[in-house]
Nanobody, 115 residues
Framework: QVQLVESGGGSVQPGGSLRLSCTSSNFVFNNYILGWFRQAPGKERELVAS????????SFTDSLKGRFAISRDNGKKSMYLQMNNLKPDDTARYYC????????WGQGTQVIVSA
């Protein structure tokens, strides 16, 4: 089974930046399209960014375009989400998983954007 550990969240002011990390215990991680998901209070968890196996193709939900970047390092079985120009609407718990969310979920990492 693939175990996932997310880290890097925190509390920042609007306009601030954070870099989230996701690490896995299993090399299977490297063979999948991966995604970052987030769940805001009272809302469903949603996919917000994805990256292909080689790291060359990325996609983002419209609200993140131009502000966030996704990357991966298969040698380290890791994936990252660079979050810039954060907005209060980005407040959520962030999770990583394969593109369709079929693996067991990790604990996630909390991001709070507030003045």
């Amino acid at each position: 089974q693939v175990q996932l550990v997310e880290s890097g969240g925190g509390s920042v002011q609007p306009g601030g930046s954070l870099r989230l990390s996701c690490t896995s215990s299993n090399f299977v991680f490297n063979n999948y399209i991966l995604g970052w998901f987030r769940q805001a209070p009272g809302k469903e968890r949603e996919l917000v960014a994805s990256i292909n196996v080689g790291g060359e193709i990325t996609s983002f939900t419209d609200s993140l375009k131009g502000r966030f970047a996704i990357s991966r390092d298969n040698g380290k079985k890791s994936m990252y989400l660079q979050m810039n120009n954060l907005k209060p609407d980005d407040t959520a718990r962030y999770y990583c998983n394969e593109r369709f969310g079929s693996w067991d979920w990790g604990q996630g990492t909390q991001v709070i954007v507030s003045a």
